[in-house]
């Protein structure tokens, strides 16, 4: 099956910041904050967004890398946007680069790279792990 995928390719996941999404919550900080890890969650569903419809039926992208800095603090009731843009493909190999903004500014960006797999392979696999 040929999956034709070009960059330019673009996503966004947008999340309102509440107390189950904090760093307290997650255990990642002390203060009542955006988590970093949900940070994280938000680029890689921005990247999802990106690519994920563009692939046959049966196929999907799992993560594999993402290297981002967190520059800014979100505080509760504020919303963190998250964008993506396919910027390389190699083969079933993809790197986006993704950026993190509130209603202020940006906060945060980085690079994320995921692959495309054959659901029902990839879970098979997986499933064997259990033995």
């Known amino acids: 099956m040929e999956i034709n995928l070009q960059p330019g390719l673009r996503g966004e996941k947008e999340q309102l910041v509440t107390e189950d999404n904090t760093a307290i919550k997650y255990g990642s900080g002390d ?75 940006k906060v945060g960006e980085g690079t994320h790279e995921r692959y495309i797999v054959q659901m029902d392979k990839f879970m098979q696999k997986n499933r064997g792990k259990l033995g």
Request: aromatic share 6%; charged share 20%.
């Open 31 to 105: 203060v009542p904050v955006f988590a970093t890890p949900a940070l994280v969650g938000l680029m890689e569903g921005a990247s999802i967004n990106a690519v994920d419809r563009f692939l046959p039926e049966g196929f999907c992208t799992v993560g594999v890398r993402i290297a981002i800095n967190h520059t800014a603090a979100t505080p509760i009731g504020m919303t963190v946007t998250a964008r993506a843009e396919l910027q390389e493909v190699d083969g079933r190999r993809l790197v986006l680069k993704v950026e993190g903004f509130d209603e202020q500014e």
